[in-house]
């Protein structure tokens, strides 16, 4: 019995057993399905999630105009008054070339290269991807790329640089979608203008400009060859930064083009062999950083809307710009590079008001604080013109004798620069000797206030104070307002106001700005212009402003020097340009005894003599009693001995 019991509760305790393990069973079975139906479901939601990410905030595309401007980096381009460009500031896009315009082997060399079945493909090329992934699977790397000069363009266009599936699929799409839009050519213009051949230049003509100094319409096939090699790797392949790798990569497009019968095998070998000249980046020199920042803010207030390409003409001469860079260096010399270093500033402008040649300091690089435009100062003597030139307009001629003597005016007693007086002179010699005890009587005689309006009708905007010492030049002023105010009389008596742009457009020609002239404003009478022109000629003849001769031209200016050789000025005009130079240091402490006559003077004859070379020589016209220095001696010479028969008699 008790047996056939435990038989029986162990056949009870196994039968439990089996069922306990086949509810697990089936309750574990239960449990994995849910697993699994789950992670089908996250996995559905993470497909759905990728495909919507990838279309979500893809952009639409238009058409090719909508396009020429899109994500363009800010740049700045600045051509010069022939159309050369001498400078890029960021980013550099060229002008717009149409395919028209370009030699065939520019386009073809880069369709060669780049996508050889663009014209049979809808924007992906199936072919290329295929061979591109087998070559890169046997390789074991990335060697080979199989996007499209489309897909390329959208990438440039549209899209990050991440080297994701996300992007990838993007940009296939994208590249459908232009295909859709545009025609080819449109596509291969667009893409010809936009892609980024290295050193900062985006486009064919950009990278034209750069490497070889010419625009993409003059390529030789050689250079041709060489841009489109350097799509690959825009840094690596920069013909400026190594040549040799560039060069091996214009080979392989030359074959190229050659395996697809778009050159002949003779024009293969011979641009093979061409010699290439890479043109050289020079930094920013000659002073040029001064020109493209004043440019820069002249054009901000020329046009509100500047486009993002910008390209900036300039009214600037390279030959002259060169000149006064070359004359601000010699002739500052060691000075320029001391621990307190002597600062110039040079601006010269023709007879439109256009501005040939602006250096505003000694070395950009080291300080870009521009003297010309910023920079304001005591003009000393310089400031005389103003003095005199009211004094003609008030009645006084140039033969008219004042006394070179101890003179107080309003308890103020004026000393000349040498300590020494000359007795009874005429205005003229007072004028070219930089008498300031004859300055300050002429002011006091027609008015302190007449010469402070004089000098404001010819464009000086600082506050001035009609009191005796004005007429040595106490107030201040910049060294363009200066040279802008002796341009009149250099102009006949017309004011007409400096600039430096010319024309403000984008990189497809869209003019922004162009400069037209103004009517020239008369502020000063012929009769005046005559007679103080006979004088500041006479400066320079027999005057303080002796270095300023220039061997072959006639030259008329004023010299000057503030107080304490603080400032030192030469301003002065032939009959093609007025130059006016500053010196002296930023922190307004004395210079070693510098004046108007000497190194101002010196960087005035150097600059000039470059400036006018070539340029035909014209007489400026002045009035015909005082033309020679001569005829002025010989006229003082009677007035003071007319001087001293007068005292005789009087003793």
Do not use: C
């Not at 980046?281 to 809307?305: I, K, Q, S, T």
């Not at 600037?316 to 006064?324: S, T, V």
């Not at 002597?342 to 870009?368: P, T």
């Not at 005689?445 to 007429?471: C, Y």
């Amino acid at each position: 019995m008790i047996a056939k019991a435990a038989g029986r509760l162990r056949d009870l305790v196994v039968r439990a057993l089996r069922r306990g393990r086949a509810l697990a069973a089936e309750r574990s079975s239960r449990t994995l399905a849910a697993i699994a139906a789950l992670g089908w479901a996250i996995g559905a939601v993470g497909v759905l999630a990728f495909a919507v990410s990838i279309f979500v905030g893809l952009p639409g595309v238009s058409n090719a105009e909508s396009l020429w401007a899109l994500n363009r980096q800010r740049g700045v381009t600045f051509v010069d008054a022939t159309g050369t460009v001498i400078g890029v500031r960021g980013p550099s896009y060229g002008r717009r070339v149409t395919i028209a315009e370009l030699p065939s082997f520019v386009p073809a060399a880069f369709l060669a290269i780049e996508d050889q079945r663009f014209y049979r493909h809808d924007g992906v090329d199936e072919q290329a991807l295929a061979r591109a992934a087998a070559v890169n699977f046997t390789s074991g790397a990335t060697v080979q790329g199989g996007s499209t000069i489309t897909q390329q363009l959208v990438k440039n266009l549209f899209l990050t640089p991440d080297r994701t599936l996300r992007r990838k699929l993007q940009e296939i799409i994208l590249a459908r979608r232009v295909e859709r839009k545009l025609e080819k050519n449109e596509i291969l213009e667009l893409y010809l203008n936009r892609v980024y051949l290295g050193e900062n230049a985006f486009g064919v003509d950009a990278a034209a400009r750069r490497y070889f100094g010419k625009p993409a319409t003059q390529l030789k096939l050689e250079e041709a060859a060489m841009l489109a090699g350097l799509p690959k790797a825009p840094s690596s392949y920069a013909p400026s930064q190594n040549f040799e790798r560039a060069k091996a990569r214009q080979l392989v497009v030359l074959r190229t083009m050659r395996e697809g019968r778009v050159i002949t095998r003779q024009e293969s070998e011979t641009a093979a062999a061409a010699p290439i000249r890479v043109q050289k980046r020079r930094p920013e020199d000659a002073g040029l950083g001064y020109v493209f920042d004043a440019a820069m803010e002249e054009a901000r207030g020329r046009a509100l809307d500047l486009p993002a390409d910008l390209m900036v003409q300039i009214t600037i001469d390279q030959k002259a710009q060169r000149a006064a860079a070359d004359a601000v260096t010699s002739q500052l010399g060691k000075r320029a590079k001391a621990k307190n270093p002597l600062q110039a500033a040079l601006v010269s402008m023709d007879e439109s008001g256009a501005i040939r040649a602006l250096v505003g300091g000694a070395d950009y690089q080291a300080s870009k604080f521009n003297r010309v435009t910023q920079a304001k100062r005591q003009p000393g003597s310089s400031f005389k013109l103003f003095v005199f030139a009211a004094a003609m307009e008030a009645g006084l001629t140039p033969e008219t004798v004042r006394v070179d003597g101890p003179v107080t005016i309003r308890g103020w007693s004026p000393g000349n620069y040498h300590q020494s007086y000359e007795g009874a002179v005429t205005l003229s010699t007072a004028f070219a000797k930089s008498l300031n005890t004859v300055a300050a009587q002429v002011a006091e005689d027609i008015g302190q206030e007449r010469v402070v309006t004089f000098a404001h009708r010819l464009g000086l905007h600082s506050k001035m104070q009609p009191v005796p010492a004005i007429a040595l030049g106490v107030t201040e002023a910049t060294p363009l307002e200066m040279t802008t105010a002796f341009a009149v009389f250099m102009r006949g008596g017309e004011l007409v106001p400096a600039f430096l742009v010319q024309r403000l457009s984008d990189s497809r020609g869209q003019i922004a700005y162009e400069h037209e002239a103004e009517p020239a404003v008369r502020v000063v009478d012929p009769s005046v212009v005559l007679a103080m022109n006979s004088m500041l000629s006479r400066v320079v003849q027999a005057g303080t402003g002796t270095h300023a001769r220039i061997a072959g031209y006639e030259a008329a200016g004023k010299t000057g020097t503030s107080q304490e050789y603080r400032d030192a000025w030469f301003i002065g005009f032939t009959s093609q340009y007025t130059t006016g130079v500053w010196v002296g240091h930023d922190d307004f402490k004395p210079t070693a005894n510098i004046t108007g006559g000497t190194i101002p003077a010196g960087i005035w004859a150097q600059y000039m003599t470059k400036a006018q070379n070539g340029q035909p020589s014209m007489p400026i016209p002045r009035a015909d009693d005082t033309l020679s220095a001569d005829r002025g001696a010989e006229a003082d010479r009677f007035q003071s001995a007319l001087s001293r028969a007068l005292r005789g008699n009087a003793t």
